[in-house]
């Protein structure tokens, strides 16, 4: 009959010598008169590693029965379950070996203690030193897998993990902007050398009439350098040549701009009839000249004097443009009395909607007449600054725009502006 080794060390009277000392076991491994506790259940798939091996700690931490340890005897028939006696094992005894919870990673040594440097054994002791730590993923999610024999990872905080990102990322020289959306536009550059208007500096663009740097520009928008060699076609020049300036005496009850209010806007009266029959510019009535013909400043409803008409664009960016300084004259008749102060205010100390007025020049005509000279056209401009200083505006006529006068423009007529004239 062949005997069962169960690999425990023969005890014999002599004590043997040893190298090291022998820690003595657990109660629950030195006692195995008592039944074997009950299988832990078994963990579930998705638990990770430390939810599998909670029960194994919970059945190391059992607490041993208060049993009298066996005598130990060598041998003795009556104990056959002592560690001296080589025959089989007690049925219980087999069954204790069999059901008892076993590392296979284990040496066979039942006397070495547990390993207290595992996972399972830092968690049962509160407060102990993590050490490296178990970095084993559960393997139904596919991650990867690591053991405590890999080597310990240091965590570091966000804050230093952000430092090396950045300076691992690679130096690059910054990019550099394009200033193409800082040139001007091609009208505007071509306004600003008096070549033309914005209006009809599109028109040319479009018919193809003009050159930057010996190359035709077609497209409206086009950004070129502000000192970049502009050429226009002959064609344009005629174009050009063609549009008209009109000096148009405009009477009381008629608006400068669009209709308003049921009153006609003053360009109505650009008629063949309508003409000066003094009018020496030697140009000839055409319905064309009407196409594009609008005001260059503006007239107040009753007020009277000399309004300007032109299809050219330079005429009217000089007269309305904003770095316009173009001088206008008017013969204003008021009522009320005028102080030397109020006379002072009316040249320059007034502002209006809280922007204060150029310089201008006021002084008497007459004993009810006013002449101001004045180098902008705020709407009911002059009306506003009389009511300031206490006085009412009775009649109002503009007589000159720059070196341009009125003359003997009879109310209601036009003439063109001579090709000598220049405002």
């Known amino acids: 009959m062949s005997t069962l080794k169960l690999n425990k060390p023969v005890v014999s009277e002599e004590s ?34 430390s939810e599998r091996a909670q029960p194994a700690r919970k059945q190391s931490q059992r607490p041993a029965p208060a049993t009298p340890e066996a005598p130990s005897t060598h041998g003795s028939p009556s104990n056959p379950g002592a560690p001296g006696d080589r025959t089989a094992p007690s049925d219980s005894a087999a069954s204790s070996d069999r059901n ?25 002791r509160p407060n102990a030193d993590p050490g490296p730590q178990s970095y084993r993923a559960d393997a139904s999610r596919g991650g990867p897998q690591h053991t405590s024999r890999d080597a310990p990872r240091r965590h570091r905080p966000d804050s230093e993990v952000a430092a090396t990102q950045r300076s691992a990322r690679p130096t690059q020289p910054p990019t550099p902007v394009s200033d193409e959306h800082q040139l001007p536009r091609l009208s505007k550059v071509m306004a600003d050398r008096g ?29 070129i350098a502000p000192d970049a060699e502009i050429v226009i ?14 000096l148009l005496h405009k009477p ?17 009266l650009f008629q063949a009839e309508h003409q000066w029959a003094e009018d020496a510019s030697g140009v000839t009535f055409k319905r064309g000249h009407l196409r594009g013909l609008a005001p260059a400043g503006r007239l107040d409803i009753d007020s009277t004097g000399l309004l300007v008409l032109t299809q050219d664009g330079r005429v009217a960016r000089k007269l309305i443009g904003d770095d316009s300084s173009v001088e206008k004259e008017y013969l204003v008749r008021v009522a009320g009395s005028l102080t030397a102060q109020g006379l002072a205010l009316l040249n320059h100390g007034l502002s209006l909607d809280g922007v204060t007025l150029k310089p201008a020049k006021v002084s008497w005509q007459n004993e009810d007449q006013l002449r101001f000279v004045l180098r902008e056209g705020r709407k009911r401009q002059i009306r506003r600054m009389c009511e300031l200083v206490g006085l009412q505006v009775v009649g109002l006529k503009r007589i000159r725009i720059g070196s341009i006068n009125l003359g003997k423009l009879p109310p209601g007529q036009w003439r063109y502006l001579g090709p000598h004239e220049r405002f």
């Open 16 to 49: 043997p010598k040893r190298g090291k000392p022998v820690r003595p076991l657990a109660p629950s491994m030195r006692d195995r008169s008592t039944p074997p506790p009950p299988p832990a259940p078994r963990a579930n798939k998705a638990s990770s590693a």
């Open 252 to 268: 009381v009850g008629y608006v400068s701009g669009q209709a308003e209010d049921g009153y006609e806007p003053a360009v109505v």
């Open 100 to 124: 008892a919870p076993t590392n296979k990673n284990a040496p066979a040594n039942r006397s070495k203690p547990a390993n207290r440097s595992t996972p399972a054994a830092r968690q049962s």
């Open 233 to 246: 076609s002959t064609y344009a020049k005629e174009h050009q040549a063609e549009s008209v300036t009109v």
């Open 195 to 223: 070549i033309c208007s914005r209006r009809e500096a599109d028109d040319w663009i479009v018919n193809g009439w003009v050159k930057v740097n010996g190359d035709i520009i077609e497209t409206l928008g086009t950004r």
